[in-house]
């Protein structure tokens, strides 16, 4: 008995024992628990803190990050190949200590184009509205979003985005034709591409000489690659667009072909001057347009007394040694006074607003001339080149100066006289130098007077000649710039040319008779097209095409009126293909319209 009592005492004491242990365990984990919450809790603040740090736009951390690991990553491009293409992404992610894209699949992911391994032929797209150059290409990795438990925090960036590369930072031609004007129509697409989205720069640079231009572009500090290092392991992009439209690039840099225009080129003056316009808008420059009514004499030559030329001066390469006495001629000659500007010694908005009330614009050859896009319409560009140096093989500044509407004249002078030259062969080859290259190499330069057409960039002759300095020689100068205003469009002030094209011809019919055996006649008829009543057109012609069926050729007329009768070389009982469009003003083509079949 006194056993089985000690029994139960001991069995009592080992449940107390054990329910003890599980209270404490109980306390331990539900401890443990609170502890490890706190712990999330205070990464996420953290996380949180330092996305804030890349923006001052709010983020929910926890709901940003269930929604990458639940959702995963979203791609939606337009264009069908990657040299036209640009990408909208949510959750696109960046690993920098692999400088990585990385694009996170789940249940919800969205991939369109869904390419397969073709995504490697060569890249998804071009970071860089440079077309298909191996260093921009942009692609990323894939991974399942599960395998973020196994990853770094990501910090998200609440801005909206536009990641690109620039193309080359530190020259200005490149910043303004391959970074700020395809970026600025980039963002005008796609509407929340707005003055608070951000740009993300790619390549690998530093801020360059040229940055604060960048800065214009948005209201917040453009992010470089290096410093999204200092942000975290891995950064999420909750919205972003990737990639430049190249819409209103004009000219191709020699990578593939010597260089030249662009062959499609699909962007007018009108879209520059407008880009132009928003930019010193930014800058706090106003523009003195050309005034629209008659003026009197007297204000006339007032205006005429306010006219100036600008001269670029260069103080480090490609010199006009001769400056100030190029400087007098420009006067004698215009009958204006000169002003000169200098990218070394001047701030740029001070040079744009110098620039942007010239009536001429006198430069060596050199990325300083893209400036000539803030002229006003009706303004001169002279640009001179070195001797041996064809201005007829390097012509981005004339493509740009002859873009339709926007309304400069284009003059070039070359240097022709050898004796005129300073070359430096002992400078370093990227500036010129040719003292790395075998004697024969350098005495072959030497003795070349005109560089060949070649690709770009390291080509040796080119560089020993483009970096020569030039004693101009002013009575070749002075003929060149006469000959070459010969051909300016008269009148002072010059307007926007007209670039409306006309609509469609209305109501076209045709009508046949047979007049013998081997005579017959087609009348062909139609109405003006319907924006010609509401316009004022200089000149209105129409183009007809007749084609007999079964033909592969046609006879194409222009004529001054809505009908006409055809009888030359109409045929009886046979059917005629007819097409009819408007002209305006010899140069702007309307759509054809439809066909007219028109049996004799």
């Given amino acids: 008995?006194?056993?089985?009592?000690?029994?139960?005492?001991?069995?009592v004491g080992a449940l107390l024992n054990g329910l003890l242990v599980s209270v404490v365990a109980a306390l331990l984990w539900k401890y443990s628990k609170l502890s490890e919450h706190a712990a999330l809790l205070e990464e996420e603040l953290h996380m949180t803190r330092q996305s804030q740090e890349l923006s001052q736009a709010h983020i929910d951390y926890h709901v940003a990050l269930q929604a990458l690991q639940e959702h995963g990553t979203r791609m939606v491009c337009t264009g069908k190949m990657h040299t036209d293409r640009v990408c909208r992404f949510d959750y696109l992610c960046y690993c920098s200590e692999a400088e990585e894209f990385v694009f996170f699949h789940s249940n919800s992911s969205v991939m369109l184009p869904n390419l397969g391994s073709r995504r490697f032929q060569p890249a998804l797209l071009d970071l860089s509205s440079v077309e298909d150059h191996n260093t921009q290409y942009f692609n990323f990795l894939e991974l399942p979003a599960a395998a973020l438990k196994f990853m770094p925090k990501p910090v998200f960036v609440p801005d909206v985005?536009?990641?690109l590369n620039r193309f080359n930072p530190d020259n200005l031609m490149h910043v303004f034709h391959d970074d700020l004007i395809p970026a600025f129509y980039t963002m005008k697409q796609y509407s929340d591409l707005d003055d608070e989205a951000r740009l993300v720069f790619m390549e690998g640079w530093s801020e360059g000489p040229h940055?604060?231009?960048y800065r214009l572009l948005s209201s917040k500090q453009p992010l470089l690659k290096e410093q999204l290092r200092n942000f975290g392991k891995l950064i999420c992009f909750t919205k972003s667009y990737v990639g430049l439209s190249k819409m209103t690039t004009w000219y191709q840099y020699g990578f593939v072909q010597p260089q030249g225009p662009k062959a499609n080129m699909l962007v007018s003056g009108n879209e520059i001057r407008q880009f132009a316009t928003a930019l010193m808008e930014k800058m706090n420059i106003t523009r003195v347009e050309?005034?629209?009514?008659?003026?009197?004499?007297?204000?006339?030559?007032?205006?005429?007394?306010?006219?100036?030329?600008?001269?670029?001066?260069?103080?480090?390469t490609r010199l006009i040694l001769n400056e100030a006495e190029l400087i007098l001629a420009l006067a004698q000659e215009f009958q204006m006074r000169v002003v000169t500007v200098s990218l070394e010694d001047q701030p740029f908005p001070a040079i744009v607003q110098v620039i942007s009330g010239a009536s001429a614009l006198v430069s060596m050859h050199g990325a300083q001339l893209i400036a000539s896009l803030f002229l006003p319409r009706g303004?001169?560009?002279v640009e001179l080149f070195p001797f041996a140096v064809n201005p007829e093989q390097y012509t981005p500044y004339k493509t740009l100066a002859t873009l339709p509407g926007m309304d400069l004249h284009y003059i070039s002078w070359r240097n022709t006289k050898e004796e005129n030259t300073i070359t430096h062969p002992d400078r370093a080859w990227e500036q010129g130098g040719i003292a790395h290259l075998e004697k024969e190499e350098q005495e072959r330069i030497l003795a070349s007077g005109d560089v060949p057409r070649h690709l770009c960039c390291r080509n040796p002759e080119w560089l020993f000649r483009i970096y020569q300095d030039t004693l101009v020689d002013i009575p070749s100068f002075l003929e060149t710039l006469r000959e070459g205003m010969k051909t300016k469009p008269s009148g002072k002030k010059s307007k926007p040319a007209s670039t409306v094209h006309p609509g469609r011809v209305r109501e076209p019919q045709c009508q046949t008779s047979v007049q013998t055996t081997n005579e017959a006649k087609l009348t062909v008829s139609w109405q003006i097209p319907w924006n010609l009543k509401y316009l004022k057109v200089r000149e209105v012609k129409y183009e007809v095409w007749i084609q007999e069926q079964g033909e592969n050729t046609y006879m194409p007329y222009i004529l001054p009126q809505q009908n006409y009768t055809f009888s030359e070389n109409i045929k009886p009982f046979t059917t005629y293909l007819v097409w009819v469009r408007c002209i305006f003003n010899k140069s702007?083509?309307?759509p054809f319209a439809d066909v007219l079949m028109c049996r004799t």
Avoid: H, N
Avoid at 1 to 11: D, E, I, P, V, Y
Avoid at 290 to 316: C, I, L, P, T, W
């Fill in 588 to 590: 702007l083509l309307g």
């Fill in 161 to 163: 985005t536009l990641i």
């Fill in 211 to 213: 940055f604060d231009l």
């Fill in 1 to 11: 008995m006194r056993a089985s009592l000690a029994g139960c005492r001991m069995s």
């Fill in 379 to 381: 303004a001169t560009v």
């Fill in 290 to 316: 050309e005034a629209e009514k008659d003026r009197g004499s007297a204000e006339d030559e007032k205006e005429r007394k306010d006219d100036y030329v600008v001269v670029f001066s260069r103080s480090a």
